[in-house]
C-alpha cells in the first residue's frame, strides 16, 4: 500500500503559486473571506484558508458577520466586494445559517470571482467543460492528486459514493471530461443505491464524499484499487486534547491492506482544497487583468 501525501503535494502547489505571485510586479491577487457566525469548524478553515493565502502573497481580507444577518446586509457585501476591482476573489464559508439560502447567496458572487465554484455558472461551465470556469476545489484537487500521483482514469471505472454538488456530482463530470487525466467510466452511488458493495468492488478508483465516519470497509474494496476518502468526522474521543478525533469515510486500517493507494484523513484530500482554493484566486487574478 502506498500512502498519498496530500499535505505534500499541497505544499508543491502552495511553492509553486507563492513563486507565481512573488513575480507579480504591482497589486497581488486578493481573496475574500465572509464568515457567518462561530460555526468551530468554518471559524478553523477560513483562519487555514487566511493563512495560506498570506504565505503566498495573496491579500486575504476577511469579513465576519454575526448569525443574525439578513440576506439583504449579505447580499449587500457581496455586491460591494463584486465591484471593487481590487478584490479578485469572494468566498463565502459554508454552512450558512437556515434562515439564509447558501445557493442564492453563491449565486449573488460574481461568476469570475466565484473561486469556489460553487455559482450556478461556473457549475454550467464544468458541464460544458469551458477552461476559463471555475471548478470547486475539493473535485479538482482530487484530479490533481491523480494527475501528480500518475493514477490514470482513462478507461477506469470509477465509482463515487456521495452526489453532492460540492463534491460528488462534480468530481464525477470531471473524471468522465474528455481528455487527458479524465476519460473515465463513472458510476455515482448514494443512499438509495442497491447492492453498494457489489458496486463498490468493481472500482479501480473509488471516491468516498458520503459524510459516514468510515462507512467503507475493506470488503467493499477491489484488490489494488486506489481510495480517496474525502470524508472529514469529527467523532467523539475523550483520550484526544480536543474532545474528539478526525476520520475519514473509509476504515483506513481495513482499507490499507487492500488498496494500492490510499489518502489519509487528515493529511490526504483536505489540504488539497486549500492549495485549490488559492489556484482559483491566481487565476481569478490572471483573468481579470488579461
Ligand atoms: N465549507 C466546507 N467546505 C467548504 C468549501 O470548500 N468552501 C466553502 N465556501 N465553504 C465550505
Do not use: W
Request: net charge neutral; proline share 4%.
Amino acid at each position: 500500500m502506498n500512502l498519498i501525501d496530500g499535505k505534500k503535494i499541497a505544499s508543491d502547489i502552495v511553492d509553486e503559486l507563492t513563486q507565481k505571485v512573488s513575480a507579480i510586479d504591482g497589486n497581488k491577487p486578493c481573496i475574500a473571506f465572509i464568515r457567518v457566525g462561530e460555526d468551530p469548524a468554518s471559524v478553523s478553515y477560513v483562519k487555514s484558508k487566511n493563512r495560506t493565502a498570506e504565505k503566498i502573497g495573496i491579500t486575504p481580507l476577511l469579513f465576519t458577520f454575526d448569525n443574525t444577518i439578513s440576506q439583504e446586509e449579505l447580499f449587500a457585501k457581496v455586491d460591494a466586494l463584486n465591484e471593487d476591482p481590487s478584490v479578485n476573489g469572494i468566498l463565502i464559508q459554508s454552512p450558512l445559517p437556515s434562515h439564509l439560502n447558501e445557493q442564492d447567496a453563491f449565486n449573488r458572487i460574481d461568476p469570475n470571482k466565484d473561486v469556489d465554484g460553487f455559482h450556478v455558472v461556473n457549475a454550467g461551465r464544468v458541464v460544458q467543460e469551458d477552461p476559463d470556469g471555475f471548478v470547486s476545489c475539493t473535485p479538482a484537487g482530487i484530479i490533481e492528486i491523480c494527475k501528480r500521483e500518475g493514477i490514470k482514469l482513462e478507461g477506469k471505472h470509477v465509482v463515487v459514493l456521495g452526489r453532492s454538488l460540492i463534491v460528488g456530482k462534480t468530481f464525477s463530470l470531471l473524471a468522465m471530461q474528455k481528455g487527458a487525466h479524465a476519460n473515465a467510466t463513472v458510476t455515482v452511488c448514494h443512499s438509495r443505491t442497491r447492492n453498494l458493495k457489489e458496486i463498490t468492488r468493481q472500482a479501480d478508483v473509488l471516491v468516498a464524499a458520503i459524510g459516514r465516519p468510515e462507512m467503507v470497509t475493506g470488503d467493499m474494496i477491489k484488490e489494488g484499487a486506489v481510495v480517496i476518502d474525502v470524508g472529514i468526522n469529527r467523532v467523539e474521543d475523550a483520550s484526544r486534547k480536543r474532545g474528539y478525533k478526525l476520520v475519514g469515510d473509509v476504515n483506513f486500517d481495513e482499507a490499507a491492506l487492500i488498496a494500492s493507494k490510499i489518502t489519509p484523513v487528515p493529511g490526504g484530500v483536505g489540504p488539497m482544497t486549500v492549495a485549490i482554493l488559492m489556484k482559483n484566486t491566481v487565476k481569478a487574478y490572471a483573468l481579470q487583468n488579461a
